[in-house]
């Protein structure tokens, strides 16, 4: 289960997904060779050896970077998993290196450093979900309900 969170050009005077027209297609970030250059220099422990997809470990997390096929790229989702606020900060220096927002996909807002993330409620939702699972299947009973 992961956290997923999507890389995407949005002109600058768009602070919100109600802000962006349904027409609106957002330009590439460029060429795949480009791309992979750019994560190179923002993230240097990202391993590239299949160039659609990377993965970034971290301490207490890891990220996978679905890059796609498509060349140029004109997005790049990132698969978030494990735990500890540090993780935002490789999330947004990414952004910054492409100059991109950042979508987060489990409330469909956007979101910037600082500001409030879908992060802690995913990981409480998962925790939540792994004890549930882990006592059915060890023949507990689940927690009572209210």
């Keep these: 289960m992961s956290w997923d969170v999507l890389l995407l050009n949005l002109p600058d005077d768009i602070t919100s997904t109600q802000d962006i ?30 160039p659609t997809w990377g993965d970034l470990p971290g301490p207490t997390w890891s990220i996978e970077l679905n890059i796609g096929s498509e060349d140029p790229v004109d997005s790049i989702m990132l698969h978030v998993r494990g735990s500890g606020d540090d993780v935002l900060t490789s999330v947004f220096r990414l952004a910054r290196a492409f100059d991109c927002k950042v979508l987060d996909c489990s409330s469909g807002d956007l979101i910037t450093p600082g500001g409030p993330t879908a992060w802690h409620a995913f990981q409480e939702f998962r925790d939540r979900i792994a004890v549930t699972s882990s006592r059915l299947t060890t023949g507990g009973d689940p927690a009572p309900r209210r």
């Design 21 to 50: 027209p349904d027409d609106y297609s957002p330009r590439p970030f460029g060429p795949r060779h480009e791309i992979l250059a750019t994560i190179s220099r923002a993230e240097p422990e990202t391993d590239l050896s299949d």
